[in-house]
């Protein structure tokens, strides 16, 4: 066990509909990432959050986003959800903002499946 | 821009020594060398990091050549239950907006099969 939290752990929807993922990162740190983790894509960079501001944004859709709250759990809302957005979405977490250099706490991951 | 690249796939036997290889030719100056390990259906984990050289822990060593061109994560007698996905990330230290993003690329990683 992480420390991090994701809810929910599965989540099916339909195309054109719009969800919320939500992760509570360890007791402690302040910095949330955000992945995507398809088939043919491996596991892509999506967003950081460090302290309720963004600090690096990966690969993320237009059609996506995410904030960090003051309590610093964050969620990653997707919308007008189209098939290939089927995927298992993981949140991180690292005591800073480090980015690569800082060592990650993956939590267990929500897994999306679009109909 | 640090780009990664590593095997798609190997395999070993229980027992073995298993050195993956990841090569990074334009690593610069302030990049640091991590890997993690990702089992099915579970996000990964923090393997080690390295700068330079050599680093041990107790569940694998990191070489460094002077060149930092390349590194090569050691399972040292590895078992079934290291059947996995290993991805080698190298990146600078983020302490500003904006920065670090390319240092968090995952990619496809390394699919090592132990067999018994």
């Known amino acids: 066990d992480s420390g991090v939290t994701q809810t929910p752990k599965h989540l099916i929807t339909a195309t054109g509909q719009r969800v919320t993922l939500r992760c509570s990162p360890r007791?402690?740190?302040?910095?949330v990432y955000w992945y995507q983790q398809s088939l043919d894509q491996g596991l892509q960079f999506l967003i950081q959050?460090?302290?309720?501001?963004?600090?690096a944004k990966g690969n993320i859709l237009e059609r996506f986003s995410a904030q960090q709250f003051p309590d610093l759990h964050s969620e990653l809302n997707l919308s007008s959800l189209e098939l290939g957005d089927s995927a298992l979405y993981f949140c991180?977490?690292?005591?800073?903002?480090?980015?690569?250099?800082?060592?990650?706490?993956f939590g267990p991951g929500t897994r999306l499946t679009v109909l | 821009l640090a780009k990664t690249t590593q095997p798609i796939s190997m395999d070993s036997y229980e027992g073995q020594e298993v050195n993956i290889t990841c090569s990074h030719n334009?690593?610069?100056?302030?990049?640091?060398i991590t890997w993690y390990q990702q089992f099915p259906s579970q996000g990964p984990r923090f393997i080690i990091q390295?700068?330079?050289t050599k680093v041990t822990n107790e569940v694998a060593s990191l070489f460094i050549p002077a060149d930092r061109k390349s590194s090569t994560l050691s399972l040292p007698r590895v078992s079934l239950s290291d059947t996995a996905v290993y991805y080698c990330?190298?990146?600078?230290?983020?302490?500003?907006?904006?920065?670090?993003?390319?240092?968090?690329?995952f990619g496809k990683g390394t699919h090592l099969i132990i067999q018994p």
């Open positions: 991180a977490s690292s005591v800073e903002g480090g980015g690569a250099v800082s060592e990650q706490f």
């Open positions: 007791s402690g740190d302040l910095s």
């Open positions: 959050y460090y302290n309720g501001e963004e600090r």
């Open positions: 334009n690593i610069a100056t302030n990049d640091y």
């Open positions: 390295g700068y330079k």
């Open positions: 990330l190298v990146g600078e230290r983020a302490l500003y907006s904006g920065g670090g993003a390319d240092g968090l690329t």
